[in-house]
Every structure is written in structure tokens, then in C-alpha cells.
């Protein structure tokens, strides 16, 4: 049974610094490319980033790029986010997905950029 859990949302404040984690079993985490995504009020859900299964890769939406850095560890098969330098417009539930295969989510991290 696929199962992704995603944690370290919360509230901060402009500018700071989040560090989510996605903890996933039932699948062979290594071989499969890992993607954040995130859906904020009355909006869509949208492509945030994505690494390949050896992490050599990365992709990242330019409205997160240089601020935000995905990894993986794929030992503890985990996939990461942190995100630096946030803004009101990251306010969002963070999901991470597989990439492959049958789609499964999370239940999301709520992320709250607010002063």
C-alpha cells in the first residue's frame, strides 16, 4: 500500500525558512522521480518542483526558483523542501507525488506566510 506523509508546514513569517519532508513507503522509493506540489485557496494545484531518482536532477517552477531546493534521501525514502525567502504568495497545502505509475497523494502540509 502506497503511503506518502507529509510534514514541517506551520505559520512563519515573510522572508523566513520552512523545511518540508514527504516520508513514503509501499513502493521502491529509488527508482521513481519525486515532485512537490501545491494548491493554495481557490487555486489549483501546481507543479512546484521535482527530482529524478537519483537526485542529480532537479526542476523547479520559476515562481520558486532560487529560493526553494528539493533533495531526497533515499535511504530513509524521504523527499525534502526547503524553502527559503518565503512569501504571502506561498500560502499553500504543500503535497509531494510520485512521478509514474498510479497517482497517490498525501494529505498535505499547510503552509502559512503571514506577519
Known amino acids: 500500500q502506497v503511503q506518502l506523509v507529509e510534514s514541517g508546514g506551520g505559520l512563519v513569517q515573510p522572508g523566513g525558512s520552512l523545511r518540508l519532508a514527504c516520508a513514503t513507503s509501499g513502493f521502491t522509493f529509488g527508482i521513481y522521480a519525486m515532485s512537490w506540489y501545491r494548491q493554495a485557496p481557490g487555486k489549483e494545484r501546481e507543479l512546484v518542483a521535482t527530482?529524478?531518482?537519483?537526485?542529480?536532477?532537479?526542476n523547479y517552477a520559476d515562481s520558486v526558483k532560487g529560493r526553494f531546493t528539493i533533495s531526497r534521501g533515499n535511504a530513509k525514502n524521504t523527499v525534502y523542501l526547503q524553502m527559503n525567502s518565503l512569501k504571502f504568495e506561498d500560502t499553500a497545502v504543500y503535497y509531494c507525488?510520485?512521478?509514474?505509475?498510479?497517482?497517490?497523494w498525501g494529505k498535505g502540509t499547510l503552509v502559512t506566510v503571514s506577519s
Open positions: 507525488r510520485r512521478e509514474g505509475g498510479a497517482i497517490y
Open positions: 527530482i529524478s531518482p537519483s537526485g542529480g536532477s532537479t
